[in-house]
Structures are given as structure tokens and as C-alpha cells.
């Protein structure tokens, strides 16, 4: 594939919302400041250290390292949840509602590896009413649902594949480089129809490359994988995880956010929390109306006749 088939770094919405569609991903040149970026890079990692000091410390085995629940550790990054630009994307590829489902920071160490995967492995594919399928929606796992070994054939045409229902996006705290691991991508690849697995190591992965401040919004569909860094220092992003408003969070902000951060949280932050019902999912009792804590249902009762008998 050509430069020029390979969606360039815009800052133009539409244009990267084109690039969306055609490519599965797109990448939105400065979407916040320089400042603003190593503001939350330098947030990132002092949280990052505080947590090591107390043995906490996710690092998986391809080097990449995470610093879960953003959410509680920084109004830096809560910004970026509800960021204009990066809502408007989401929106083109969920519709009108969606969920925050999990900000986290991202860290790729030197060396270390790829892992090919998409972010709605678990969604069932389409079948034929004739077909029967091999995996039930509840038997999914990452390792059963990989390219040729899950519920379709690699390589083969379909007349239909999955819907969008994630889309995830990729916060440049620094330069993005193919040498410092920048996040690959296969362009066209969320029209494939299935999992790309070991056999797809050759495949046309290309990195998202572009300047600090700049983000890479891309659907559950579009394979991808960190870059493995062959620098000698470490690469760091926030990843923006949101879902349609019928499927299950990765984080439950419900139970997890701290009191005084929902206090303060404007309308858009709690609807991605999760806090406003979607057509009766998310309800406790009175199906549209917003939830809260310590809001409780009615509780068992009995008529009051029956009781001034």
C-alpha cells in the first residue's frame, strides 16, 4: 500500500471521519496543545511511579504497561474523555449515544512484542439461519477467537461481517514514531470480517505516526497492535475506550469513581459514565430516568391493607 493510500494526519473532521470509513482508523492532527500533552505525560507517569513505590504495576508481556482507571487520577484526563474532537469522531462510528468503557495510560517499553488483535474480539459474527455456531457469545475468549481458528475461515469472502460497536482511540503524550512503537494498523482491515491471528504477521501494518498533541481514533473492527519500540526510552499515550450504549464497559465507572470526581462531573462526563439509562439498560426501576448512587429501587412491600388488618 502506498503513502497515499494510508490516511495522512488531518485536522480537518471530516476529512478524518472520510479516512474512518475507508481505512478503519484516522488520525487528528493537534488536537490539544503541546503543553497540554506533556502536562498529561508528566501526570501520567508521576502516577505511574507512585503506584510502582506501592507494588502495583501492570506490565504484560509484550512490555506494554497500563495504569488503569484513569478516571480517579487526574482531571487531565477526564478532559480528554469528553473532548470535542474525539467525541465527534466516536459519534460518526457508535451514533448519537455511547460509553466511556475505559481511559487508561499506555506505556510501550523497549523491546517487547506485537499482539494482533482487534477490540471487539468478542462480538459473534454474522450467521445464515442454516449455519450453526461454533462459539456461543458467552464462550468467547481472545485466544478462540483469533483469525482462522474462531467461527470463520481466513481468507474467505463474507456477505456480511459485524457492526462497529467499540471505538478506541490513542492520546500522542509525545512524538509517535515507527521506531518508539507507534500503534500499527492494517487500513481496510475492519471490513475483513474476522480476527487476525499469527498467520497475519505480513500483513500490511503500517504505524500511526504523528506529533505530540495529536490522537488516533480507530473501530472495534480495525486490526492493530502497539509498534515495538527499538528506542531506549519508553513511549506514552492515554487510551479512550468507548462502546455502543447496549454493551458492557471494560471499567465500571458506576461503582469505581470517586464521590467528590461525580459531584463535580458535568452532564456529557456522567452519561459516558454510564449514569443515564439507554432505552431502559442501565435502570434500577424507573426505566429512563438518571441513576445514582445510593438510589435504590422499591423494596419488598406488602398492601397497606394488609397490614391495618
Known sequence: ????????????????????TQYGYCVILDAISASTALKCRDRLLEQLQAEEELGIQHLLPDRKQLVYFLANKGQVFLDLAVHDSLNAIVGHVLG?????????????HPG???VLHTDQWWMPPPISPQEQPQLRPGSYSRERNRGALGSRKAGAQFMSISQPVVCNSMWMLEDFTAENGA??????????????DEKDEDANWVPAMAPAGSLVVFEGRTWHTTGINR???MRVGVNTNFCAPQFRQQENFQLGVFPEILEGASTRLLELFGFNP????????????????DRYTVGELKPQSSCDS
Open 96 to 108: 448519537e449515544r455511547f460509553l466511556l468503557s475505559s481511559i487508561s495510560g499506555h506505556i510501550a
Open 231 to 233: 528506542t531506549e526510552t
Open 183 to 196: 500503534t500499527n494498523f492494517v487500513p481496510g482491515s475492519h471490513l475483513f470480517g474476522r480476527e487476525p
Open 112 to 114: 517487547g512484542g506485537r
Open 1 to 20: 500500500m502506498s503513502l497515499g493510500q494510508v490516511p495522512q494526519p488531518t485536522t480537518d473532521l471530516d476529512l478524518a471521519k472520510s479516512h474512518m
Open 278 to 293: 439507554w432505552e431502559g439498560y442501565g435502570s434500577i426501576e424507573y426505566l429512563n430516568d438518571w441513576v445514582a448512587r
